[in-house]
């Protein structure tokens, strides 16, 4: 069974342009998140989908960072304009269906090493 | 707000010795508890999670960690260390309610010494 990929591995862009990072889930993973750990910090939380919907968007930073899933499968967070400050590793997780369990694992991608200038 | 500590930002152990790393939580009710391991290069590895049970969970690797309740802790140990297990370490904490965020330590970097 195929990980979690997220894509590109790496990114260096410019402050003001514009960056596309991808995150395929498991497959049959409805569970999808983001986090972002910026240098020297802790990994934080941006946002949980459940199938193509938003359920927590709570760790968003601000309106400059858009997150989708559509038709629910892959998911890609975008940052427009970028920066300064948005440099670090992105990651990407994905769960199975929570049911009554309460809680399922969440398994990991590479992350998105994120660097602007 | 939920929060965890990993008080020991860098930790270095000779090859064969033991491990513990530590991490404290700060949580209204009982926890769910992982450690991710993140070698160079690498992503996030899942070593072990506490859901409930036993409170001494076994997980990958040769390594285990230990729930005490009255402590909030959830120290992760090893009881001989290889070369390969330098990498970091992240201690987290999942939520009841339904969202199912993770909070995460600062996390524990290993080195070990030949």
């Known amino acids: 069974e195929a990980g979690v990929t997220q894509f590109p591995s790496h990114s260096v862009i410019e402050k003001g342009q514009t960056v596309t990072l991808r995150c395929d889930p498991i497959s049959g993973h409805d569970n999808l998140y983001w986090y972002r750990r910026v240098m020297g910090k802790e990994i934080k939380f941006l946002l949980h989908?459940?199938?193509?919907?938003?359920?927590?968007e709570s760790g968003m930073p601000n309106n400059r960072f858009l997150a989708e899933r559509t038709g629910g499968t892959y998911s890609t967070l975008k940052v427009q304009p970028a920066e300064l400050e948005d440099s670090g590793v992105y990651f990407c997780?994905?769960?199975?269906?929570?049911?009554?369990?309460?809680?399922?694992?969440?398994?990991f991608g590479p992350g998105t090493r994120l660097l602007v200038l | 707000a939920q929060s965890v500590t990993q008080p020991d930002i860098h930790i270095t152990v000779s090859e064969g010795a033991s491990l513990e790393l530590r991490c404290n939580y700060s949580?209204?009710?009982?926890?769910?508890l992982f450690w991710y391991v993140q070698s160079p290069g690498q992503g996030l590895q899942l070593l072990l999670k506490y859901f409930s049970g036993d409170t001494l969970v076994q997980g990958i690797k040769g390594f285990e960690a230990e729930f005490k309740r009255s402590q909030s802790s959830f120290n992760l140990r090893k009881p001989s260390v290889h070369w390969s297990d330098a990498a970091e370490y992240f201690c987290?904490?999942?939520?009841?309610?339904?969202?199912?965020?993770?909070?995460f330590g600062a996390g524990t970097i290993l080195r070990v010494k030949s």
């Open positions: 989908f459940v199938k193509e919907s938003k359920q927590d």
């Open positions: 987290a904490v999942g939520p009841m309610e339904y969202g199912n965020k993770l909070v």
């Open positions: 997780a994905s769960s199975h269906d929570q049911g009554l369990a309460g809680i399922e694992t969440q398994y």
């Open positions: 949580y209204g009710a009982t926890p769910y």
